[in-house]
């Protein structure tokens, strides 16, 4: 047996690989947890997409304000203003994780780069631009949704501040349509940039989100790797990768890409090109723009974190095969 192999064995006893997982059990569960993470982690979304996109502190002063104004103004359904399209994010997401897993079995088994740190940075890379080619049309009119709010907002102060965030203005009456909303925001991006609107700020999303989802998967790997290099055999490794390696990796790869996300939000929110956007927020705000809507960020990207592991890895753990099952502990 090669030197080679011997390295596989050894990771595979803490990470589950592509080939050892029964995929009619995997697949089902991939889409139930992403319904049930979508549903958790909207609302950090909703936060951060309209701090991402206010000039200064015109209408929240920060995080926390945010959440009172909208709770204040809108209640509770105003975190998830439009969230039935997001929803339509499953199908990106699942092709996501797919490509994840199908260029770490690839490198496992056809190259030498077989080491953990370096499987789970390709992988992330390829995975994102897989999914930001399918989910950039839908981020797209789901911020113009966002920064609509709810048409019943309770104050009319509170409703003419959220007017400064908008792109669009939909009447009332349009908006009590069903599906009445979402015809407009198609409307007006295909009217004002054609079928290309919709890839506003595409590359843009991949210089966001492909960076970010390596190092996450990077800095995952590495924590993990660490942590469970020096505790002890009672603690159960799951807990180690949820609620450590996890959230470590989100905070990690979350600051050092939040700028490029602000550019992006704004950019296909308010239009114009990369260089621009970068224009604008730097004369306006100066490099403090880097850190708008942060701790909104970092927050979604903690419990995303917690919340993935603690789905992602139990998942592959029951979709095991039976001859592998003994191999991984809990």
Known sequence: ?????????????????????????????????????????YPYSVIKTRLQVQAGKDVYKGTWDAVKCISRTEGFRGFYSGFGVHLFSIIPGFCYISSYEGVRHYMNTKTNWNQGWAKSLVGGCVASVVGQTLVVPIDIINQHIMLLGKNDVKKTKAREKLRTLQ??????????????????????????DGILGFYKGYFVSIATFAPNSALWWFFYELYKEKFLSVIPEAVPRLLVMSCMAAPLAGVSSATLTNGVDVIRVRMQVKGGSARETFTVLLRDEGYKFWWKGLTARLLQSCVSSVLILSLYEPLKRWSLKEEYRESFKW
């Open 167 to 192: 792109e669009i203005h939909i009447p009332d009456e349009l908006r009590q349509r069903r599906f009445g909303t979402i015809k407009a925001v198609i409307s007006h991006v295909y009217k004002a």
């Open 1 to 41: 047996m090669t030197s080679l192999e011997d390295e596989a064995i050894v990771e595979e006893t803490q990470t589950v690989e592509l080939h050892m997982m029964e995929m009619k059990k995997y697949l089902p569960m991939c889409v139930c947890s992403g319904l049930f993470m979508r549903s958790v982690l």
